[in-house]
């Protein structure tokens, strides 16, 4: 008999401690990815910028088991394709007029599955501001960079919002840390038509 009550014991205890350990999770992650981002609309940014780059960097708090706030700061930078604008005709060896846009947004991060299941894909979606500039035009002709000096002069700044869906797999590849892939759909509400792109990321989630 005693031998049966240590048993359960032993078992409640082991319980106890792998009920604990499933409570004690890190309340914060952090997120770092990037990889490629496609330009969709409008015409006039999806045909003259190529496809371009992007970075991100995040800070996410479990408000729930399947559920996550993520603050997060982005870099995206578009290549002016110069083959395909007016200017090129005109200036030789146009270079510059890239595309830069930052991002400072708050995501919602919803996991489906098992919160402790090793493969998880998940659904996301937020809001936030988006800073957008371009880099000087630039050329070796004394010239033609006469020209573009005004055109760089004229150009600002804008700060916009914008708002982004998407989904993922996460993929559990340590104590500490997990591999994932996701896609979004970004629209910044620019003048005129919203200014839409897809980032395609890779990324590592710590804790």
């Known amino acids: 008999m005693k031998k049966v009550a240590l048993a ?10 792998g009920s604990a350990q499933v409570q004690i999770q890190q309340p914060f992650s952090i997120y ?12 006039a ?9 992007h970075g991100s ?8 088991p399947n559920f996550q706030i993520v603050g997060k700061v982005e870099y995206h930078s578009f290549g002016l394709d110069a083959a395909k604008t007016a200017l090129s005709l005109t200036v030789p060896d146009l270079s510059g007029g890239t ?11 919803f996991s489906l599955g098992v919160p402790m299941a090793p493969v998880k894909p998940f659904l996301l979606g937020g809001v936030g501001m988006a800073r957008i500039s371009f ?15 005004p055109l760089n002069a004229a150009s600002t700044s804008a ?11 996460q993929l559990k590849s340590g104590p500490m840390w997990s591999l994932f892939a996701q896609i979004r759909y970004v629209s910044v509400a620019t003048d005129g038509q919203a200014s839409t792109f897809i ?6 989630k710590f804790f």
């Open 199 to 204: 980032p395609v990321s890779l990324g590592i």
């Open 99 to 109: 595309e830069k846009i930052m991002l400072f947004g708050a995501d919602g991060r």
């Open 135 to 149: 880099s000087d035009f630039t050329t070796s002709d004394p010239l033609a960079q006469a020209v573009l000096d």
């Open 32 to 43: 770092v990815s990037g990889a490629v981002s496609i330009p969709t609309a409008p015409s």
């Open 159 to 169: 700060t916009k919002v914008y708002y982004n869906v998407g989904g993922g797999v």
């Open 57 to 64: 960097a995040g800070v996410g708090y479990s408000v729930a």
């Open 45 to 53: 940014f999806k045909d003259t910028y190529k496809a371009g780059i």
């Open 8 to 17: 359960c014991l032993f078992v409640f205890a082991l319980a106890a401690v």
